[in-house]
């Protein structure tokens, strides 16, 4: 079973503080992804990865960066939380080919 | 750009059948996928559709049409525990996954 887990499942942060999420997969996935997603927004892609220390922007990369120093590893920073970064985070991995993406639990980000 | 559509919400009956459509228009087409998500959980991977027609796995099947940029997910025998989101996604020419805002499914007694 493929199995891809987040660090948080609920975290509650300060305006202005710096947020680090990671992600972690066992399943030696080339790629892997990392998605918040709003009620009546649906799942928006903010960064991802192909391979080892390589990143990409998504859709709406403002106020993210990323880092994947090993293959398993994806972490989401957050440089200065700010309130409509609140949101649920979800970290994605899947090999090449199939793409198929698997989902970690998520994680609930409240920023006060 | 990429535009995935999917109705918002609909309801139904145990044991019933229920067709969710998905509409898309995107930059370039490498396939289509349907993911269940109850609420509060991530999203699960359900169906992958390529090539025109339909798939079907057990009490799910799935249907692409890529000219018609159309897909349905058919959910058979309706149960309690599929009340979920059923979230379409389409991976376009950049071959980013590009997600529908879901359809809301509740099973009624």
């Known amino acids: 079973d493929v199995k891809v887990t987040q660090s948080s499942r609920y975290l509650v942060k300060r305006t202005g503080e710096k947020v680090f999420l990671e992600c972690v997969q066992d399943?030696?996935?080339?790629?892997m992804f990392w998605y918040r997603q709003d009620p009546g927004l649906g799942l928006r892609l903010i960064y991802f990865?192909?391979?080892?220390?390589?990143?990409e922007k998504g859709d709406i990369p403002e106020g993210y960066s990323v880092s994947r120093e090993k293959k398993e590893r994806f972490s989401l920073i957050l440089e200065s939380a700010s309130t409509n970064q609140t949101s649920m985070y979800l970290c994605?991995?899947?090999?090449?080919?199939?793409?198929?993406?698997?989902f970690g639990p998520g994680t609930r980000l409240l920023v006060l | 750009g990429q535009n995935i559509d999917q109705p918002t919400e609909m309801t139904a009956t145990e044991g019933a059948i229920v067709q969710i459509n998905c509409t898309y228009q995107?930059?370039?087409?490498?396939?289509l996928f349907w993911y269940q998500q109850h609420a509060g959980e991530a999203p699960t991977f359900l169906s992958y559709?390529?090539?025109?027609g339909l798939e079907e796995k057990g009490r799910f099947s799935s249907f692409l049409s890529r000219s018609k940029g159309y897909s349905y997910l058919l959910l058979k025998e309706l149960q309690m525990k599929d009340s979920a989101s059923y979230l379409c996604?389409?991976?376009?020419?950049?071959?980013?996954?590009?997600f529908g805002k879901g359809n809301q499914v509740v099973v009624i007694p």
């Open positions: 996604a389409v991976r376009g020419g950049n071959n980013r996954l590009a």
């Open positions: 399943m030696d996935h080339e790629n």
């Open positions: 559709n390529v090539l025109d």
């Open positions: 994605a991995s899947s090999w090449n080919e199939p793409e198929t993406q698997y």
């Open positions: 995107t930059s370039g087409f490498n396939g």
């Open positions: 990865s192909y391979d080892v220390k390589m990143k």
